[in-house]
Each structure stands twice: as C-alpha cells, then as structure tokens.
C-alpha cells in the first residue's frame, strides 16, 4: 500500500518544479503559467498575474495535446508551471499531465501563497 507521502513524493520525482524566486525568469522564457486554484481563492487571495486559469477538474482536457478541448497549443517539451494554492495538488496534477505527453509540466514550490510571500511578479 502506498501512503499519500510516497505518492506525492514519486509525482515530485518526475516534476522540474520552479520555486518562487526563479518563477518571472522561466516565464519569461516561455513557460505557461496556470492557476488551477479555486475561484474562492483566486477571490480572496489574488490573482496571479499572466497565468491562464484552467479549473483543476478539467485540466487534463484543456492542456492535454491530444484533447480536442484544449486551450492552449503547446509546443513540443514547453515548460507548462501549474499554480495551486501550497504545491501539493499542482504536483500531482503536473506528474498526470506528463503521462498525458506535456513533458514540460511541472508546479511552483509552495504554491501560490510561496509566490506571494516571495513578493515577486510572474510576467
């Protein structure tokens, strides 16, 4: 039985994942940025300036090249930075999307409250 630490922890494995300072410089390298934070917290936290907002519940299809429901043309091996509120659900989902062949995706250390705590801007 694998316990949710473990599992967490091999998405992480797979994951190039961006912390908060370094996060304006990937973007401006052509990263795409996507909070997948409620819009309750996008509400009453803030927004993250640049980032496409894509709900968690229907991320896969939205950013997944072969979905027909995509929002978004990545190109091949683009850095793809998922935004959630602490970096636990952005791990997990990040490792899904590299099952579904965006090698790139990967999250923000701690999340969106790190990045603010930082004070930095995203693009």
């Known amino acids: 039985m694998t316990t949710i630490d473990e599992y967490l922890a091999a998405a992480r494995a797979r994951l190039n994942r961006v912390t908060p300072e370094r996060l304006e410089?990937?973007?401006?390298?052509?990263?795409?940025l996507v909070d997948i934070r409620p819009d309750v917290n996008r509400l009453e936290e803030g927004h993250l300036p640049g980032a496409l907002v894509v709900d968690r519940g229907v991320l896969e299809?939205?950013?997944?090249?072969?979905?027909?429901?995509?929002?978004v043309?990545?190109?091949?091996?683009?850095?793809?930075?998922?935004?959630?509120?602490?970096?636990?659900?952005?791990?997990?989902?990040?490792?899904?999307?590299?099952?579904?062949?965006?090698?790139?995706?990967?999250?923000?250390?701690?999340?969106?409250?790190?990045?603010?705590?930082?004070?930095?801007?995203?693009?």
């Open 25 to 32: 410089t990937v973007v401006a390298q052509g990263a795409v």
């Open 61 to 71: 299809w939205r950013l997944a090249p072969s979905s027909d429901a995509r929002v």
């Open 73 to 123: 043309d990545l190109e091949p091996g683009q850095v793809v930075i998922l935004v959630c509120n602490d970096g636990y659900q952005s791990s997990l989902a990040a490792a899904a999307l590299i099952d579904l062949e965006v090698p790139g995706a990967t999250d923000l250390v701690g999340g969106y409250r790190a990045w603010k705590r930082q004070g930095t801007s995203a693009g």
